[in-house]
C-alpha cells in the first residue's frame, strides 16, 4: 500500500469551486437580466409602430381612425404580448407589455405597458407613441434610450 495516493476533491477545493461559480453568477445575471428586459422592451416598441401601422390604414380607408384594437383586426382591446411577440389573453402568465389604444376625435396615442417579468424595467416604464410619431417614455431614462 506504499505510494498509493487516493484520487478525487478536498472539501476546500470543492468549497472554492463553488464559491468561484457563485461569484461569476452574481458578476453576470445583473447583465443577463438588463438584456433579457432590453430585448423585450424592442418587442413592446415594434409591436407600437406596428399597430401605428395598422390605424394609417384604417385611417386610409376609413377616413377615422379606428376607436378599438380590435377594429384593426386584433384578438381585443385591450390585448397582451409575450416574450416572441404573439398576442396572447391580457391575463396569460407569459405577458410582457399589455398594448392598449387611447383613441381622440383626430389623433390617438398606444401604450405599450409592461407586465409581470418585464414591470421591473425602470429605465423605460410605459412606452407611448402618438398619431404624430411622437415616442415617450415613463422611465427613469431618457425616452430615446428606450426607442
Known sequence: MNGSRKHGFTLVELVIAIFIVA??????????QR???????SLGSAELMQVMMR???YFL????????????NY????????????????LAGDRIYLINLTPRQDHYT??????????????CGTLSLDSTGFKSATGEGAARDCW
Open 75 to 90: 384578438p381585443s382591446s385591450p390585448y397582451a404580448i409575450d416574450a416572441e411577440g404573439n398576442a396572447v389573453s391580457v
Open 110 to 123: 398606444l401604450y405599450a405597458i409592461p407586465q409581470l417579468t418585464q414591470a421591473v424595467d425602470n429605465l
Open 61 to 72: 380607408d376609413y377616413k377615422q381612425y379606428a376607436a378599438a384594437l380590435t377594429d384593426l
Open 55 to 57: 390605424q394609417e390604414q
Open 23 to 32: 461569484l461569476s453568477l452574481a458578476l453576470t445575471l445583473p447583465a443577463y
Open 35 to 41: 438584456q433579457l428586459s432590453k430585448t423585450r422592451r
